[in-house]
């Protein structure tokens, strides 16, 4: 769901939903100044980090999903690239220097208006600690993953797909639609 805006940052003025000639769409627009107001998706960057084998995962000191492991990401920065912000994420949460980072996964999920980017990358000299948004950390093997306690399907389908690429050694750059109903 989408909230309206309702009120002009520019200039303050209520604002109404219409459809601005030209566009396809209705908009929040300002009845004073008729500046137009676009809503757009939020992008999600983290990384899949990887140290000899195994996988960086952060237990969440916040909400959603308190307490439940996770990959390092959060919401991209502006001024900021989509690599550059999941590095960012994996130092805030995991106390870790991503390096080497490559594309892996890109996932729309159109339902909540988010889009997530996700990187490959390795640790730089293995060290990696808890940021303020992580009650711990650590470097499970793939037969240690807590596949119950993960806080995210999305986490989830990553970490079956990167081990499965892992299996052959072959990592494509993949892209999936997350649909979930409505509701829920």
Excluded at 32 to 58: D, F, M, S, T, W
Excluded at 116 to 122: A, D, L, N
């Amino acid at each position: 769901m989408i909230l309206p805006v309702n009120y002009c940052s520019s200039c303050g003025s209520k604002t109404a939903r219409s459809i601005p000639e030209g566009e396809d769409r209705e908009r929040d627009v300002c009845l004073q100044c008729g500046a137009i107001h676009y809503l757009n998706p939020k992008v999600i960057v983290g990384c899949l980090a990887e140290h000899e084998g195994r996988i960086l995962l952060c237990k969440r000191a916040i909400e959603p999903r308190y307490g439940l492991w996770t990959l390092p990401a959060g919401f991209m920065e502006n001024g900021e690239t989509t690599a550059e912000g999941a590095a960012r994420e994996t130092r805030e949460e995991a106390a870790a220097v991503a390096q080497n980072l490559c594309l892996y996964h890109l996932f729309d999920v159109p339902q909540i208006n988010q889009v997530y980017v996700f990187y490959r990358c390795g640790i730089e000299n293995g060290e990696y600690g808890v940021g303020p948004e992580s009650l711990d950390s650590k470097l499970y093997s793939p037969d240690e993953i807590p596949w119950d306690q993960l806080a995210f399907p999305v986490v989830k389908e990553l970490l079956e797909e990167f081990l499965s690429d892992a299996r052959v050694g072959n990592y494509p750059i993949r892209q999936s639609v997350i649909r979930r109903p409505r509701g829920r």
